[in-house]
């Protein structure tokens, strides 16, 4: 059974550092990653996707990378500002529906 | 991009009654369709796989006789809490996967609470 696990659960910095999230799975037989960024009391937005055969995929100020053959995954947000505060979640899809982890919340201090 | 919409985004209810939280994808069509139900401070718990056409897949330890899933289109899916009870408050949230496709697109969610 895949399991997902977020570490740390919460994170607070001041506002401009780099920081770095983690993301680990139990089952390396996996299609893709995904990392997921949840505002309070809302729905999820998707922020990155990496297919099982890629490495790393950027948007912006975000960069992830997958080491598949580890099981890990790593969430590298650049200049952090306070609108990134909020709870991002690392979910796994392989032969079962996409298993999340339970977040890392994350706050970023003006 | 592919838009999910559920409606209603949140609802109150006494203990007792029945909640229907509707799941529609408004630019794509959805073979398969996911509820997921997230605790306070908790991720998310796949509870459903909604097959369009077929009887929904249940994880275990999620009873099918008290969340009732219809899939009876390519665009919708109904989740039904039935005798909803406070235990049953969440937020609870679809997904829908583009035919042919992995991605998953997430609805906004639903929050319950029952009184």
């Known amino acids: 059974k895949q399991e997902v696990t977020q570490i740390p659960a919460a994170l607070s910095v001041p506002e401009g550092e780099n920081l770095v999230l983690n993301c680990s799975f139990t089952d390396s037989a996996i299609y893709n990653l995904q990392w997921f960024r949840q505002d309070p009391g809302k729905g999820l937005t998707s922020l990155l996707l990496?297919?099982?055969?890629?490495r790393e995929q950027t948007s912006g100020r975000l960069n992830a990378s997958l080491d598949k053959s580890s099981g890990r995954s790593t969430l590298y947000i650049a200049a952090s500002q306070p609108g990134d505060s909020a709870t991002y979640l690392c979910?796994?899809?392989?032969?079962?529906?996409?298993?999340f982890g339970k977040g890392t919340r994350l706050s970023v201090i003006a | 991009g592919a838009v999910v919409s559920q409606h209603p985004s949140w609802v109150i209810c006494k203990s007792g009654t029945s909640v229907k939280i509707e799941c529609r994808s408004l630019d794509f069509q959805a073979t398969t369709m996911f509820w997921y139900r997230q605790f306070p401070k908790q991720s998310l718990m796949l509870m459903a796989t909604s097959n369009e056409g077929s009887k929904a897949t249940y994880e275990q330890g999620v009873e099918k006789d008290k969340f009732l899933i219809n899939h009876a289109s390519l665009t919708l899916s109904t989740l039904t809490v039935t005798s909803a009870h406070p235990e049953d408050s969440s937020f609870y949230i679809c997904?829908?996967?583009?035919?042919?496709?992995?991605?998953?697109?997430f609805g906004p969610g639903t929050r319950l609470l029952v009184l």
């Open positions: 990496i297919q099982s055969s890629q």
């Open positions: 979910a796994v899809s392989g032969n079962t529906p996409l298993v």
């Open positions: 997904s829908a996967r583009d035919t042919g496709k992995e991605t998953q697109y």
